[in-house]
Structure formats: C-alpha cells, structure tokens
C-alpha cells in the first residue's frame, strides 16, 4: 500500500491536507514515510491490543510529526512556509532536545491553525517516550480560558494515567515559557522537569519564580527548571510560530 494511502487511512488525520502536500512535489517525502508510519500505527495497535498504554517511542517522533504536518490543513502563506521548514528541518546530535522541540513547534503550529495560540506542549516518561501531546485551545473549538498548551497536556495525563502518584522521571516540554497561571498547575502536578523553548518576558513567570509565594517557591523547589536544549534555529521557530497571531488573540481577550 502507498504511503499517502496509508496516510489518509489513518483516524484523525485530515486527507486533504496530505494531498495538498502531494500535488507540491511532496510524494517522494510521503513514501520516505511508510516504514515509520507502519510502525506508528503497529506500536499503537500493539498497545491497545496487550493492554498497554499507547505512547509515542522517541525513535518514532520525527514520522508522527510529519504525519502531524502533512495532515494539516493550510490557511495562509506563513502556515505554508512553516510547514516546509519543519518538514525539512533535520535534528542536530548536539542539541539533546531538538526533537522533542521540533515536535513541540509542529503542535504550536498546528494550534495557530485552528486559530488559538502558538504554543505546544509533550510529556515524556523516563523512558524518553512521549505520553502526551497538546497545544492551546484557548479560543477552538470553543472558548476556554483555562486550556493554555500546559494545562491540555496535564488534563489530558492526569485523566489518562489516574493510577501514577509519582512524577518522578517525567518531563514537560514546552514551545513558550510557562505563564502564571500554568506554572502554579505544573508545580502543583509534580512534574519532575520543565523545559521551554522561548523565554517570555512579558507574559511568562518561570525567571520570576523568586517572586511566588513562599508555599509556591518551597514546592517548585522539588523541581527543575530551564530551556530546553534545542539549536538556536529551532528556538527562533518557537518564538516566530508563536508571534503569527498572538496580537490579535490579545486584542480578542481584552474585547471580552
């Protein structure tokens, strides 16, 4: 079976999206894919079928990104350009973060095109593994003020995985430093490690955690947190996916 077939069987994915990406030249990069795609979707039957939990191998992240990118639907020029850079961007060794990253920026995409904020968001096991993937739905599917990319990927865990006590070993990937409001959900989860990509200065809290309240800071201090070790061009990616509307959706929030 064809790669693009294989593809647009797939559940969830949007058929027209990969078939733009074919009419551009792209069928040469889609069956690239097969081998990785057919072992996307086997790890997630095999999975299902034994009882396990379907998580996302490390190995296996540069192929559920493509699909991710080859799946959506393009609304303008910039959402465009970004797909090709993504699709062609290759993970450098040095960079020990780079495709978790590079996933991460493929996410932030993703929720630009659906009309919410640039952010995206993975958790990962100790194993490396990614658990769970999200971006922000502040504004769609409908308005939600509390779904920031931080606060999906939790609730979706946390939802998931009821039966873990311990977050010992996990770690939260996130395009944009964490703000308030999802800083105070990551300390209260106990997420062993939190790494973003692009600092925040105006909206972001993590370089102002010395400023929380001592109960705050005393429970943050279980914890570790930084940015991520990606290569200064995925970095530049982060901040540039997340800057595509991100003035408009402040003037849509201070409209309400």
Known sequence: MKAYTIIL?????????????????????????????????????????TGGDSVLPRELIREAGLIRLFSMVETSESINSWIEWLSEYQFEDQYVHDDYGWLSC???????????FGIGC??????????????????????????????????????????????????????????????????????????YLTPDSTGGMVHLIHNLPPVWIQLASRQTWGVAECSPEMIDASERIFLLNVSDLNDMLEDR
Do not use: W
């Open 106 to 116: 493929i996410l932030a995409l993703e929720a630009v095109n659906c009309g919410n």
């Open 122 to 195: 993975i958790l990962t096991n100790g194993e490396g593994n990614v658990v769970i993937q999200g971006h922000n739905e502040v504004f769609n599917p409908h308005f939600r003020s509390d779904r920031h990319g931080e606060m999906v990927v939790m609730d979706a865990f946390e939802d998931c995985y009821p039966e873990i006590s311990s977050m010992d070993g996990f770690t939260l990937f996130t395009s944009l430093e964490s703000c308030p409001m999802c800083m105070a959900r990551l300390i209260t989860s106990g997420v062993d490690t939190i790494f």
């Open 9 to 49: 069987l797939m559940p969830g994915l949007n058929g027209s999206g990969i078939l733009k990406q074919l009419v551009r030249g792209r069928k040469r990069e889609a069956m690239k894919l097969t081998a990785g795609i057919l072992l996307v979707i086997l790890s997630t039957l095999a999975a299902k079928a």
